[in-house]
């Protein structure tokens, strides 16, 4: 069993940042991919990034070039830096691992709110 805790959501105005955490506890989660969604009112929840265990990223079309994800695996934390915000960045941020292939755990969610 794994739990997943996110932080570092807010309010900022556009063109700021904003730096998500995750950290997993109840195993170990270096030996699987993890990543970060986000679901926006209305709308269907959405792959933002991804890394792999050996930390190979894959980021969605609208967030490459500004958001990068990394990981700690001796913190079992992964993040997410967001550069350059934009008001439809607005959403709930979730994190995901997938253990052993078939196994999806969720964090609570974090909101992320871009306004002047």
């Known amino acids: 069993q794994v739990q997943l805790v996110e932080s570092g959501g807010g309010l900022v105005q556009p063109g700021g940042s904003l730096r998500l955490a995750c950290a997993a506890s109840?195993?170990?989660?270096?030996?699987?991919?993890m990543g970060w969604y986000r679901q926006a009112p209305g709308k269907r929840r959405e792959l933002v990034a991804r890394?792999?265990?050996?930390?190979?990223?894959n980021y969605a079309d609208s967030v490459k070039g500004r958001f990068t994800i990394s990981r700690d695996n001796a913190k079992n934390t992964v993040y997410l830096q967001m550069n350059s915000l934009k008001p439809e960045d607005t959403a709930v941020y979730y994190c995901?691992?997938?253990?052993?292939?078939?196994?999806?755990?969720w964090g609570q969610g974090t909101q992320v709110t871009v306004s002047s």
């Open positions: 890394i792999s265990s050996g930390g190979n990223m």
């Open positions: 109840g195993s170990s989660v270096r030996l699987y991919p």
């Open positions: 995901n691992v997938l253990v052993s292939g078939r196994i999806d755990y």
